[in-house]
């Protein structure tokens, strides 16, 4: 099992940056894939960045150039970087986590960001 836990979501105003955590826990040495998805009212969940046990990030197309991911394998704790906010930013956050051996997915309790205008 894998916990993890995200915080710093808040309410911005466009153009604004905010930085997200999750800090992970548990049975944590089995993950090979960690990232962040985000959901907006009505629609579907959906890929921001993810990244490697080895430190390779994918951002879908989308995502590219505003959002960063990093992450500190020393306190287990995985980042997002959020810059020049939008309010179509507007979305529940969430830490995922994929277990290399079962294939296990485990999410976070989401955390709101909201951009207004």
């Known amino acids: 099992q894998v916990q993890l836990v995200e915080s710093g979501g808040g309410l911005v105003q466009a153009g604004d940056s905010l930085s997200l955590s999750c800090a992970a826990s548990?049975?944590?040495?089995?993950?090979?894939?960690m990232g962040w998805y985000r959901q907006a009212p009505g629609k579907q969940r959906e890929a921001v960045a993810l990244?490697?046990?080895?430190?390779?990030?994918n951002y879908p197309d989308s995502m590219k150039g505003r959002f960063t991911i990093s992450r500190d394998s020393a306190k287990n704790t995985l980042y997002l970087q959020m810059n020049s906010l939008r309010p179509a930013d507007t979305a529940v956050y969430f830490c995922?986590?994929?277990?290399?051996?079962?294939?296990?997915?485990?999410w976070g309790q989401g955390t709101q960001v909201t951009v207004s205008s």
């Open positions: 995922y986590a994929r277990d290399r051996y079962s294939g296990d997915e485990y």
């Open positions: 548990g049975n944590i040495f089995n993950v090979n894939l």
């Open positions: 990244i490697t046990f080895r430190g390779t990030t």
